[in-house]
């Protein structure tokens, strides 16, 4: 694989009261995307979390993040680390900026730089004018958004957020995605969880879906996109002024067309790879007015269902 | 550490809980000043110790200093220590500082230490006010051997304090309801306080020895027994004596080393006790696992 990989687990296991909560998992995070861990509750994801932060020790199996063992070495992961609990909690009689600083203090930061820090990351998540309010006053959703700068005001490398948009508002949560989505850029690799299918999508590079600790499937999210809707081939969508049987006869001469079916003006094309430029010479070649063309898209609630069906 | 022990002292000024245990500090110092007023003119003074009698004289309804401050430690330890643990995972900011690059004892060791300090604000402000006002009201300024004296019961407090604070942080780290942690610290103090020296040592003891094995297995006693021998240097020795025995005593104080000597066995109990609640709530907490949910 030529992607740095920053975070994986080897047959990471977890057992509470002889239920396996975790079952020999093998995950890969590469550096600088945004990984969505999906499952049910009760998948295993929030406890997978905490072993690779080291708050709780394997039954067997490790996990490795930036090449530290989570479970020897977890000081030096957590300092490259933030983590956004799903039950995040601050202290209510504090102010944000002050609940920032004790966390910044723990970071070992200098003062003038955690107040710099502080600022942007306030600033980014929008609550700049709360800075100097208790937060026992915080709403839900602005506890949420404290929640993600404080994540963000150690700097870390890597980011683990449980369920990043829980409790906000339809204009919050774009909000924080957005300042999610934007990381990877930063330098820092994200890793949520979230039962959000259209969220993880909008957002996510590869996913991985559990369901009673084990791991029903990882990978790039086109890829799985296209293995639920089409056994991993392209659909293209194609619209026409107007369709002629020659054309479509045509159109699946081109190499690497698998299928081509009309419907009305539209005809869906199935395909080994994207093929839309070749697609449309011929089209506009043969002297129809090509009116749109796209891939069609997949939802992950295909990718989802498709492996609990399976499964 | 040093961090959190920074940001728990904040918390703990600045909380509503603090504010309350100084009103009531400061309520006991002026009742304990009050009962010193009534009561001292009739105090014997010929052991040569003036000053000291500020802290143990009882007004006519009024009981001494040292008897409100050995019913107020223990709770001002409970109250600094019941919510110590729990409340951080109730409120879910557990995770988000262990999730920080910490050790995680440095989170119980600052709790403890920063209970500590409080504790000993306290303590120290009682006991310098008192001072203070007892010296304007009676006039005559404590000796070297007073001040030595007063120190080690201010140290002894300090200890007794410790311990209670330890038993409700082990407490709050083996319950996770405040309420109930908060009963469970309160049972174990009124258990001592009550029923253990009043109702069940005299019911399992069956001779001298026993009884006094047996009652000072209690911090209470042990920390009355201690506050006795340093600030009434006449009592020599602690106990029961046979009545015969009382009759050769002679009625002076015993010097501070002898003093000491007697103390030592209950002061350093309680250093046990104390170390034992912090060792126990230690190990617990060290090896308490975070969960999911």
Redesign the interface.
Same mark, same amino acid.
């Given at each position: 694989m030529d992607k740095n990989i920053v975070l994986e687990t080897q047959d990471l296991t977890k057992r =509470?009261d002889g239920n396996m909560?975790v079952d020999h998992l093998n995950l890969h995070v590469a550096e600088n995307e945004v990984f969505g861990l999906l499952g049910p509750n009760g998948a295993g994801k929030?406890?997978t979390i905490?072993m690779l932060?080291g708050?709780?020790?394997p039954a067997s199996g490790s996990a490795r993040v930036f090449g530290f063992n989570s479970t020897r070495e977890p000081?030096?992961v957590?300092?490259l680390?933030? =983590?956004l609990?799903e039950?995040?909690?601050?202290?209510?009689?504090l102010t944000a900026r002050q609940n920032l600083r004790?966390?910044a203090?723990?970071?070992?930061m200098a003062d003038d730089e955690a107040e710099k820090q502080i600022d942007q990351v306030l600033e980014e998540v929008g609550l700049t004018e709360k800075a100097d309010t208790a937060v026992g006053k915080f709403s839900r959703g602005m506890k949420q958004r404290l929640g993600v700068a404080?994540v963000l005001v150690?700097k870390p490398r890597l980011a683990i957020l449980d369920e990043p948009t829980a409790g906000l508002d339809p204009e919050g949560i774009n909000q924080v995605l957005d300042l999610i989505a934007n990381l990877p850029k930063m330098g820092t690799t994200v890793v949520m969880c979230s039962h959000r299918l259209y969220e993880v999508q909008r957002i996510c590079h590869s996913i991985a879906i559990l369901a009673g600790g084990k791991l029903v499937v990882e990978g790039a999210l086109d890829e799985l996109g296209r293995e639920a809707l089409a056994e991993g081939r392209y659909r293209i969508e194609v619209e026409t002024a107007e369709l002629s049987p020659q054309l479509v006869e045509i159109i699946g001469k081109i190499k690497g067309v698998n299928k081509v079916e009309a419907e009305g003006n539209f005809l869906h094309v199935t395909t080994d790879s994207d093929l839309r430029a070749a697609i449309s010479k011929v089209v506009v070649d043969n002297g129809v007015a090509l009116t749109q063309m796209k891939v069609q898209e997949f939802s992950l609630d295909d990718i989802y269902k498709k492996y609990f069906k399976e499964g | 550490m040093i961090?959190?022990i920074?940001?728990e002292l904040a918390?703990y000024f600045?909380?509503l809980r603090c504010l309350i245990l100084f009103i009531l500090v400061l309520l006991a110092s002026a009742a304990g000043l009050y009962a010193a007023y009534e009561g001292i003119r009739g105090v014997d003074i010929s052991s040569g110790f003036v000053f000291i009698n500020l802290f143990i004289t009882s007004g006519e309804t009024i009981p001494s200093l040292v008897t409100f401050i050995g019913i107020f430690v223990p709770i001002i330890g409970i109250a600094l220590g019941f919510d110590a643990i729990n409340r951080e995972y109730s409120?879910?900011?557990m995770?988000?500082?262990?999730?920080?690059?910490?050790?995680r004892d440095s989170v119980i060791n600052g709790k403890f230490l920063a209970g500590i300090i409080t504790l000993a604000i306290m303590v120290a402000t009682t006991l310098l006010l008192v001072s203070g006002f007892g010296l304007r009201m009676i006039g005559v300024p404590p000796s070297a051997e007073e001040i030595i004296r007063l120190f080690i019961y201010f140290v002894s407090i300090v200890i007794y304090g410790a311990f209670w604070m330890g038993l409700a942080i082990l407490f709050s780290i083996i319950i996770r309801n405040l309420a109930i942690s908060l009963l469970a610290s309160l049972a174990v103090w009124l258990f001592f306080g009550f029923f253990y020296t009043m109702l069940i040592v005299p019911a399992v003891a069956k001779t001298v020895d026993a009884y006094l094995v047996l009652v000072r297995l209690s911090p209470n006693t042990l920390f009355d027994e201690a506050t006795m021998a340093m600030l009434l240097p006449q009592s020599r020795g602690l106990g029961l004596l046979a009545s015969g025995e009382v009759s050769y005593m002679i009625p002076n104080p015993l010097p501070l080393g002898q003093s000491l000597l007697i103390v030592w066995p209950q002061l350093t109990t309680m250093i046990g006790l104390a170390v034992v609640c912090f060792a126990v709530s230690y190990i617990v907490f060290m090896r308490q696992?975070?969960?999911?949910?």
């Open positions: =509470y909560v929030t406890t905490l932060l708050l709780t020790e000081l030096k957590k300092r680390t933030g =983590y609990p039950r995040l909690g601050f202290y209510d009689g004790f966390i203090w723990l970071n070992n404080d150690k | 961090t959190i920074r940001k918390d600045t909380s409120t879910g900011t995770s988000r500082i262990l999730s920080q690059p910490i050790y696992e975070i969960r999911a949910t």
